[in-house]
């Protein structure tokens, strides 16, 4: 019984991993490019949030939407800071770039400036509220729910529902909807795109700023469990959707889901039998076994776009 409670567990686990993975899985695949300050710009938000909730008073349904918006609006000064100039390469003539590694010298740039803007929106939040423990405005269950033996806490459930909702309505705005397809052909194949007419600098801004308002709404939804918000949260946001995103398959949007429940079902046996340190190995373990199994499914065949 007990092994099946841990299953259980991990599997409610998987409502969060898949919220904090779906900005990070969309950002790659209308982008081809990791935003490494995924999870500063979320956790900026996330103490933006908590000065407003703290230091003015506000309620909590409106300081909610506000920690999207300001997320948004910092994803929005990332991309033009970091990915800016190689987004409006996509439609110029093509001029001869030095490669790094197999990759295009813009581009092994921006991947740095996003990781120096990452530091940079730490260092802001820190900033903002210096204490190492912020309340965040909190709508925890007080209360568990019992299935024989098993043990179900009503808000954990509501979270994994509203991330299977979330997962497979913006699968299907991607798969079906107008601005949808235009992002999907902007990921595949940004200079036909651009020759079909498509503003693919614009489409590709647009992309990047959901992204990261998607990273806004899983921060809210993570943090109004917890009540409160430390400076480690940007790491953990970045770590944790980037191993859900990769375990699911990179650009597989309703993939994020199947690689979060493999990363919480994992994970929670692991803190079972080697405690909380096996629980951060597990994690790694399977990012690295992902990327080793990308890799060679990469070298196989050409890398796929935005899936739904």
Avoid at 192 to 201: C, N, T
Wanted: hydrophobic share 55%; with cysteine.
């Amino acid at each position: 019984m007990e092994l099946l409670q841990r299953t259980l567990d991990g599997l409610l686990e998987a409502g969060p991993y898949a919220l904090v993975g779906l900005g990070l899985t969309l950002g790659f695949g209308m982008l081809r490019r990791v935003n490494l300050a995924y999870g500063a710009g979320a956790m900026l938000g996330a103490y933006a949030g908590s000065w407003l909730h703290v230091r003015l008073g506000w309620a909590p349904l409106v300081v909610l939407p506000c920690v999207a918006a300001i997320t948004a609006l910092t994803g929005l000064y990332v991309q033009w800071l970091c990915f800016h100039d190689t987004d409006r390469a996509i439609g110029a003539p093509q001029r001869a770039s030095t490669p790094v590694s197999g990759a295009d010298a813009r581009e092994v740039v921006a991947l740095a400036s996003s990781f120096a803007v990452w530091m940079q929106l730490e260092q802001l939040s820190v900033n903002l509220l210096p204490r190492h423990l912020n309340p965040f405005p909190d709508f925890a269950s007080t209360r568990e729910w019992t299935l024989g033996a098993l043990g179900l806490r009503p808000d954990r459930l509501a979270m994994c529902l509203l991330a299977v909702a979330l997962v497979l309505s913006l699968a299907r705005w991607v798969q079906t909807s107008r601005t949808g397809l235009a992002l999907r052909a902007t990921a595949d194949h940004p200079l036909a795109a651009h020759l079909s007419g498509l503003r693919v600098p614009a489409l590709q801004r647009l992309g990047f700023v959901l992204a990261c308002g998607l990273s806004g709404v899983a921060a809210c939804a993570v943090l109004a469990l917890e009540g409160q918000v430390t400076p480690m949260f940007g790491m953990w946001m970045l770590m944790k959707g980037l191993a859900a995103a990769v375990i699911g398959g990179l650009g597989n949007v309703r993939g994020v889901l199947l690689g979060a429940a493999l990363l919480g079902v994992v994970e929670a046996h692991a803190q079972t039998l080697l405690g909380a340190l096996g629980r951060d190995a597990a994690t790694w373990g399977l990012l690295l076994l992902a990327l080793l199994w990308r890799a060679r499914k990469t070298a196989l065949a050409p890398a796929g776009g935005l899936h739904a």
